[in-house]
């Protein structure tokens, strides 16, 4: 996945009205360390939509460490 792909991190809740809001727009790199940057208990609430599809904060994790550690 590229790591300057368009995304957006999602917040649901009941104090939310239509069920869910965006939080924040930007590149998915920037969008994963934010959602890991929340408390455990609020990273259930988020995910975050790419044209790649939804990363949960374990995904967003896996795919930190993906562009951490490179294959050579």
């Known amino acids: 996945m590229p790591m300057d792909l368009p995304a957006e991190l999602h917040r649901r809740g009941s104090d ?6 965006i939080v924040a727009r930007g590149p998915l790199v920037i969008m994963a360390q934010g959602l890991l ?10 995910w975050i939509h ?6 949960d904060a374990a995904g967003a994790e896996e ?3 993906c562009w951490s ?4």
Do not use: M, N, T, Y
Request: hydrophobic share 30%; with cysteine.
């Open 69 to 72: 550690h490179p294959p050579h």
């Open 50 to 55: 790419s044209a790649a599809g939804d990363l």
């Open 37 to 46: 940057a929340l408390d455990p208990e609020a990273r259930k609430c988020c």
């Open 16 to 21: 939310v009205p239509d069920g869910d809001v």
């Open 63 to 65: 795919q930190l460490e």
